[in-house]
């Protein structure tokens, strides 16, 4: 009776992740969508908020179908599609801006926390629920960086040679998802490469995913062109 408890509690928790997943993953997509509205600013205040976010919840892995899963995976995940949209809308300046305000906002936002962190007696009581460490801070502004890079470079690059929205899409996104999550968890936790598959294969998914929202946001292109 009682390791079927277990079971039967484990699949609950199960489940309640997965709709915790999947309501975030459309949260973090509308409100892209309503960004990108807005143009270039809209895209500067989208990901300044998903890389502060992404950085929160980049400290906690979440129990996803039995194996551990970075939370900040969804927001770091439409990290790289709204520099792709900015990509493939605005050009790379503009993309290559996008990265570089989030990185800065990651920055600033980790020296803040850190800062508070140092003394007890100016602690906020918030501090204990948003605070990460400087190691998790410095993986997260270290590997976006270099990745946002990555994924602009990539995009325009098949750009060049190929007319298909969706291909240079995937295949900038789900790489840069890849060397995200490998080096990421790497530097933030350690080697791991249970970690790291599983991480990876949930980024490839997202990345997958990306490619009706890059139509719908981008403009009034059919599917393969």
């Not at 968890?185 to 598959?197: H, S």
């Amino acid at each position: 009776i009682i390791e079927v408890a277990k079971v039967q509690k484990k699949s609950e928790t199960s489940t309640i992740t997965m709709v915790y997943f999947l309501i975030e993953l459309i949260f973090w997509y509308a409100l892209l969508w309503l960004a990108s509205r807005h143009g270039i600013n809209g895209l500067l205040a989208f990901v300044i908020l998903a890389a502060i976010t992404a950085t929160i919840e980049a400290g906690q892995n979440i129990l996803l179908l039995g194996h551990h899963l970075n939370g900040g995976c969804i927001p770091f995940a439409t990290l790289f599609l709204a520099t792709d949209i900015a990509s493939e809308t605005l050009g790379k300046r503009d993309s290559r801006s996008l990265v570089h305000y989030s990185g800065i906002a990651i920055m600033v936002f980790s020296l803040v926390i850190a800062l508070f962190g140092l003394y007890d007696d100016i602690r906020p009581s918030w501090y204990d629920t948003l605070g990460t460490t400087l190691r998790i801070s410095v993986a997260s502004v270290v590997t976006y960086l270099l990745c946002g890079y990555v994924d602009i470079i990539i995009y325009h690059s098949i750009g060049r040679i190929s007319r298909f929205k969706w291909l240079r899409n995937n295949i900038a996104t789900i790489t840069s998802q890849f060397i995200n999550a490998a080096m990421f968890i790497t530097l933030a936790f350690g080697w791991n490469t249970e970690l790291i598959i599983f991480n990876a294969i949930v980024s490839t998914i997202l990345a997958l995913l990306d490619t009706p929202m890059i139509y719908l946001i981008t403009g009034r292109d059919k599917l393969l062109k």
